[in-house]
């Protein structure tokens, strides 16, 4: 299975402030990378898809990129809803695999 | 707008079957992948596996030997069974559609989640 490794596991920020999460891949996955966003006692959501295409209705301050091994989210200016924990997850091939999560919190 | 409900015991006993169900209101089982994924508390997402509308499965091979999943489109539902469940199994159990699309797949959406816990 395609191990994939978040970094940092977990990160405090302030409104307003420009964060990124890095993913990495054991292998090689093209564009084959999602982003979810979950809060707490909810169900994960999706922010981004095939590595930089955001999902309808999600804000534009949400962007992706990467390809290959090694991936990106960036939130360009934090606001006080975004605080959660981000995963990524490939869907190269199957088993899909899940990062180990990036708990985001207020500083 | 697609939405999805998981229902099943909250409490299962060591070594017993986890059976859950997951129904599909607002559209049509009969199209799409229909997933299960586990988060155990305080822990990360697991990908169980998925069932087609037509019953090809693709599971997790770390659970492979435990897991069934089945579908029944005339109620809109899927299920899944884990079998000789351990402490290890408890967790939240997601159900969620997966679409794959030309340019990417998804996972939207996802059921609220349930909790089951394994203890005796």
């Known amino acids: 299975a395609i191990q994939m490794t978040q970094s940092p596991s977990s990160l405090s920020a302030s409104v307003g402030d420009r964060v990124t999460i890095t993913c990495r891949a054991s292998?090689?996955?093209?564009?084959?990378l999602g982003w979810y966003q979950q809060k707490p006692g909810k169900a994960p959501q999706l922010l981004i898809y095939a590595a930089s295409s955001l999902e309808s209705g999600v804000p534009s301050r949400f962007s992706g990129s990467g390809s290959g091994t090694d991936f990106s989210l960036t939130i360009s200016s934090l606001q006080p809803e975004d605080f959660a924990t981000y995963y990524c997850l490939q869907d190269y091939n199957y088993p899909r695999t899940f990062g180990q999560g990036t708990k985001l919190e207020i500083k | 707008q697609v939405q999805l409900q998981e229902s099943g015991p909250g409490l299962v006993k060591p070594s017993e079957t986890l059976s859950l169900t997951c129904t599909v209101s607002?559209?049509?089982?009969?199209?799409?992948?229909w997933s299960w994924i586990r988060q155990p508390p305080g822990k990360g997402l697991e990908w169980i596996g998925y069932i087609s509308y037509s019953g090809t499965t693709n599971y997790n091979p770390s659970l492979k030997s435990r897991v069934t999943m089945s579908v029944d489109t005339s109620k809109n539902q899927f299920s899944l069974r884990l079998t000789s469940v351990t402490a290890a199994d408890t967790a939240v159990y997601y159900c969620?559609?997966?679409?794959?699309?030309?340019?990417?797949?998804?996972?939207?959406?996802w059921g609220q989640g349930t909790l089951v816990t394994v203890s005796s």
């Open positions: 969620a559609r997966e679409i794959i699309v030309t340019t990417g797949t998804k996972f939207d959406p």
């Open positions: 292998q090689g996955i093209r564009n084959d």
């Open positions: 607002g559209g049509s089982i009969s199209t799409y992948y």
